[in-house]
């Protein structure tokens, strides 16, 4: 990308130096004097924007807390009964069953019955709550559940530590899971609607020097293949000419060799 030029100067022309200008009273050494000349190429680095930990597009959630039905009872009032009996009673009036429906209820009520609706759609049966698949699903609502709470709350870091460690355990047995059993890895995935990233072995740092070194390299190649490009439609052009000369010269070959006897 540059070329160095060194200038080596002689005694015998800093001799000459010394004598026009005499004010230089300098001993007899070598001097040698060391240029860069450099071609501009405009090749521009923007750092990449920093991601945090807890982005759905970093930690792998592609979905987000479901909506709920408000007018549904809170899941302790559901949980040895069915909805649909629930709300058939006709012993309970119809304020009753407002207040302890989901509309009143804090949100901690809410994201209890949003874990135990993505629990029956994973659970291997209904007691199941300390499979991998289980364990997973639940700490999915959670980690939902606090990046939804980070956004609005940006100084509360306890939460955002939290998050972190929930999605760090939550890799840890994505990644368990994945070794023993890859077909039902697949299949919690695509029933949370996740997607894992494994850690890679070597984290390479994103520097100036590196990036600029890329960013050089590919230059480079798309300039070579620019200029072969341009070569090689300078070689079709000639080609066509090429092919005349070599038609006239074989012509003229075979007359001189008629003229001399050398073909019948």
């Not at 009032?77 to 012993?91: G, I, M, P, T, V």
């Not at 629990?119 to 991998?132: M, W």
């Not at 698949?133 to 956004?151: D, G, P, S, V, Y």
Request: hydrophobic share 35%.
């Amino acid at each position: 990308m540059y070329n160095r030029i060194f200038t080596v100067v002689k005694p015998s022309m800093v001799d000459t130096i010394i004598h026009k200008h005499s004010s230089l009273m300098c001993p007899k050494l070598l001097a040698i004097v060391q240029t860069r000349t450099y071609k501009e190429i405009n090749i521009e680095w923007v750092p990449p924007p920093k991601v945090s930990c807890l982005d759905p597009s970093k930690s792998g959630d592609r979905g987000a807390l479901p909506k709920l039905d408000l007018s549904r009872p809170q899941f302790k009032f559901s949980r040895n009964k069915l909805e649909a009996q629930f709300r058939d009673r006709e012993d309970i009036s119809s304020d009753v069953k407002k207040v302890i429906s989901l509309e009143f209820a804090p949100l901690s009520k809410q994201v209890q019955v949003i874990k135990h609706d993505v629990l029956g759609n994973v659970q291997r049966h209904t007691f199941d709550c300390a499979s991998l698949e289980a364990a997973i699903a639940c700490l999915t609502i959670k980690i939902r559940n606090q990046q939804r709470h980070t956004k609005t709350c940006r100084r509360d870091i306890m939460s955002r530590v939290i998050c972190k460690e929930n999605i760090d355990r939550r890799n840890s047995l994505l990644k368990h899971l994945r070794k023993m059993d890859y077909k039902r890895f697949e299949w919690l995935l695509e029933k949370l609607d996740l997607v894992y990233h494994p850690h890679p072995d070597f984290i390479v740092p994103v520097t100036r020097k590196g990036s600029i070194m890329k960013l050089t390299t590919i230059y480079c190649d798309r300039m070579r293949n620019e200029r072969l490009e341009a070569y090689k439609k300078e070689l079709e052009q000639e080609k066509v000419k090429f092919t005349k000369e070599k038609a006239e010269l074989e012509k003229w070959i075979e007359e001189e060799e008629k003229q001399l006897g050398l073909r019948n």
